[in-house]
């Protein structure tokens, strides 16, 4: 009886991951598309309440743009860590020169090598945890993006992904 009971709810669980999913993919599309980006991603910390990784899992980009989840998967935060840090003490960056903003080599890199020109980040939170993820919004083309729309574009993503974003599982 508790197997079944157990069965139920995990299916119950699944289903409600997937539909989850569904929800925060269909937000990514909606930035890329109002800001005209090429990519946009969720950075999530794991495993939550013991971070020490970020990876990617949620991800939109435009035809012929490089992806960025296989470049970030497990990357451990002490590689990153003076970005890392920035993302969790930031509600919003606005990055318009990557060389002369982002101070953490390694995220330079990794910024760079992608073809980044520009990238505008929003932090996640819900209930639980301080930092969930970060919304990534890249500009691979010089652009003359209206900050405040991109702030209020990407606040109301946040608001509508941040409760049911599902952690990362590995």
Not at 70 to 90: G, S, Y
Request: proline share 2%; glycine share 4%.
């Amino acid at each position: 009886m508790k197997v079944e009971q157990m069965q139920r709810d995990n299916e119950v669980k699944r289903k409600r991951r997937s539909d989850n999913s569904a929800l925060v993919h269909g937000e990514l599309w909606e930035i890329l598309h109002e800001l005209k980006a090429d990519r946009v991603y969720i950075v999530q910390p794991h495993p939550l309440g013991n971070e020490s990784m970020v990876s990617i899992y949620f991800e939109s980009k435009r035809k012929g743009v490089e992806s960025m989840k296989p470049r970030i998967q497990n990357l451990k935060m002490c590689d990153v860590a003076k970005f890392c840090a920035d993302l969790t003490k930031n509600l919003f960056m606005f990055i318009t020169d990557i060389d002369n903003q982002v101070t953490d080599r390694y995220a330079k890199s990794l910024l760079s090598s992608c073809g980044t020109e520009q990238v505008i980040i929003k932090r996640l939170s819900d209930n639980s945890h301080d930092w969930v993820g970060s919304i990534f919004c890249e500009f691979t083309h010089g652009q003359k993006i209206d900050e405040a729309e991109a702030r209020a574009i990407l606040h109301e993503a946040a608001m509508n992904i941040q409760y049911i974003l599902p952690a990362f599982i590995d």
